[in-house]
């Protein structure tokens, strides 16, 4: 372990001191890579972040979180072991995007409503992107086709429910998860009456606890959401500038070369590479990058090498989560894992859902001249994004506490059997 940690230790000086040797060696490049990260962060992530961590904040402050976290407990329990304030983690995640699901489990974990491998599980499903991002700039943007926005979408959100799914059966079981498990019928019934009264209760006790005035918590709340803000635009600065220069020295010469052996062995055009080699490292890149693979490549395949990258993250996601959860106990190995299963089974629900969604037409893209477009062809303004935000926040909070209503019936019909 020594031995490692002095590797460490001696690699990393080094691989920054060759980065900052290249970025003198290419500074133009470097210059260009650093605004174009710059512009990702201020016309993407701000307003599609920034606003719902601030939210989210004053929503824990206020208790909501508790009182929404105990009608959803009777679905996100069963379904993936995860206490039901783990509904609304997910329902923030789905508005505003990664890492979103990351900062909201690291605050749960600090107000002791998750434990460690609770909240591993928590991020494992909620570390997503959201749909503005998938519809307006991977469909739009880079696609210039917004026909393929709602099996990007299905895809993508059906393999991170899949993944919660598997992902339950990480750790051991707790009391929390015996009990439900050995709950009654009668029992389960005059809890679902209760329900809503117990969920009162802790808004109030959380209230409470919390005791800091509005003007407080509100400072506090933009504070926090800025700091985090300021991180994630720094890492994507970062991981852009880091991938300009390792394409200008063509040192991605090799990765691309394994990458098209391996979509070549599993069937899928080579020329997809580019895409599949920018996605490791940042998202935007490798979607950019799908959406201008070429005519010549068929859409649906297109489609499926987006979504995996949609699904991945990118490296500079990985360091976002990695950062949020520094403070916690929770490990990166689980969140890892999770992102691997995604990301396969991702494009697999592409595959399998494009007869059903597309059929056999596959709505040629509608920019196809032979200049070369900009990272940003569309790019929404803040309000569309805000409201459009809330609008799915309010929307998914709504649809889950219809299921978490109806959960007592069909666990009452399966005790009974």
Known sequence: MAA???????????????????MVLFPAETWHAGVRGLSIWWDVLFPSLFPFLVLSELLLGFGIVHFLGTLLNPLMRPLFRVPGSGGFVFAVSCASGYPTGAKLTAQLWEQKLVTREEGERLVAFTTSSDPIFMIGAVSVGFFHNVAIAPILVTS?????????????????????????????????????????????YAMHEARKADGRAFGELLRQAISSSLRLIIIVGGLVVFFSVMMELLVQTGW?????????????????PPALSHSLVGGLFEVTLGAKEAGGA????????K???????????????????????????????PFLFARTIHALIAPLLVLLLWMPMMGDSEWPVLFQTGAKPELFSYTPDWGQILFSGIGI????????????LMSPLFLSRRMKK
Request: proline share 3%; net charge positive.
């Open 4 to 22: 490692s940690q002095r590797i460490t230790h001696v690699l990393i000086p080094l691989a920054l001191l060759i980065l900052c040797v290249l």
């Open 156 to 200: 993508h959100y059906g393999a991170a429910f899949l993944v919660g799914l598997l992902m339950r059966f990480h750790g051991g079981v707790s009391v929390k998860d015996k009990e439900s498990i050995i709950d009654s019928p009668s029992t389960s019934e005059k809890l679902h009456r209760n329900r809503l009264l117990q969920a009162i």
């Open 252 to 268: 991605l010469g090799g990765l691309y070369v394994i990458t098209e052996q391996l979509l070549q062995y599993t069937g899928f």
């Open 294 to 301: 070429g005519i010549s490549i068929p859409l649906v395949y």
């Open 303 to 333: 489609a499926a090498a987006a979504v995996f990258v949609l699904s991945w993250g990118g490296l500079s996601v990985h360091a976002q989560i990695m950062s949020v959860l520094s403070n916690t106990p929770m490990r990166y190995g």
């Open 393 to 404: 926040l309010g929307g998914v909070l709504l649809l889950l506490l219809m299921l978490s």
